[in-house]
């Protein structure tokens, strides 16, 4: 059975109209000096018996610092990744001051066979794209989703 993961894409419009996304840069050595095609929706996995609009604030509030905002609200439905995990991203129309954004973290062994464990933030930091340059950062098989968030929004932009 694929793995699951949930996740909340919070959007806002600018001062022309045209849609930006929160995202996320994943913490930890392998992708410091990553920046196209590493970003995120904020995301986690999620049990079988888990509500995945559940798991989606919970991933959000971990990953972020902060509960998921109140906004205007799309289910974005499922997509399977190139790696075979199944996700399903939910969209909120709310602001978000990414500047604040403050992660929990997790341990590896770092250096490989150091011996030594170490704790990096799941996400190092947060920033506002416009749907172009999202589609350039995000990591591979997400930027479906800015499709499915325009087309929910019954807005006509192409990105």
Excluded: C
Excluded at 2 to 15: H, I, K, T
Excluded at 43 to 52: R, T
């Amino acid at each position: 059975m694929p793995v699951s993961s949930a996740g909340a894409l919070l959007f806002r419009s600018d001062a022309d109209g045209r849609f930006e996304v929160l995202l996320g840069h994943p913490g930890g050595p392998f992708f410091a000096r990553r920046d196209d095609g590493a970003w995120s929706i904020p995301k986690g996995e999620y049990d079988p018996d888990e509500d995945p609009r559940a798991a989606a604030a919970r991933e959000f509030a971990e990953e972020l610092g902060a509960p998921l905002p109140d906004g205007r609200e799309f289910e974005l439905g499922t997509i399977r990744l190139p790696s075979g995990k199944r996700l399903t991203v939910y969209a909120v129309e709310a602001d978000f001051d990414a500047a604040s954004a403050h992660s929990n973290t997790f341990e590896m062994e770092w250096p490989p066979r150091s011996g030594r464990t170490q704790s990096f933030p799941e996400i190092d930091r947060a920033e506002w794209f416009d749907l172009a340059t999202a589609r350039v950062k995000l990591s591979k098989g997400q930027a479906e989703f800015l499709d499915r968030l325009l087309a929910a929004a019954g807005v006509d932009q192409r990105a």
